[in-house]
Nanobody
C-alpha cells in the first residue's frame, strides 16, 4: 500500500505561483508513474501532469510551459510547480500513483491522496 499526502495549496492571485507537494509513505515511489489530477467546481477530474521513468514527464496542453513536475526520491516526494496561474486553474489537486507508464487515464492509477485546494483569484 502507498499512502499519499498532498500539501501546499492555497489562495493566490492570477499570475502568481504555488508549489504543491505529495509525500508518500508505505513504499518507495521509485517504480511508480506519478501524476497530478485536478477537479474544478462542477467539472470532471482531469489529468494535469505525469512522470514515468520510461516515458519522462508529460503535460496536459492547458498547463504546458506553466507547470512542472519533479521527483525527489530521497524524500519520497513529488512536486508540482505551478507558475503564471490563471483563475481557470482553480481546483482541488490530487496526487496519484500507478504502474502504467505514460498514462493520463485516472483509472490506471491505484493510489490517490486526499487533495489540496488551489484557488486563483482574478
Amino acid at each position: 500500500q502507498v499512502q499519499l499526502v498532498e500539501s501546499g495549496g492555497g489562495l493566490v492571485q492570477a499570475g502568481g505561483s504555488l508549489r504543491l507537494s505529495c509525500t508518500a509513505s508505505g513504499r518507495t515511489l521509485r517504480p511508480y508513474t506519478m501524476a497530478w489530477f485536478r477537479q474544478g467546481p462542477g467539472k470532471e477530474r482531469e489529468f494535469v501532469v505525469g512522470s514515468s521513468w520510461s516515458s519522462g514527464n508529460y503535460y496536459a496542453d492547458s498547463v504546458k510551459g506553466r507547470f512542472a513536475i519533479s521527483r525527489d526520491s530521497a524524500k519520497n516526494t513529488v512536486y508540482l510547480q505551478m507558475n503564471s496561474l490563471k483563475p481557470e486553474d482553480t481546483a482541488n489537486y490530487y496526487c496519484a500513483a500507478g504502474r502504467v507508464a505514460g498514462t493520463t487515464a485516472f483509472k490506471d492509477y491505484d493510489y490517490w491522496g486526499q487533495g489540496t485546494q488551489v484557488t486563483v483569484s482574478s
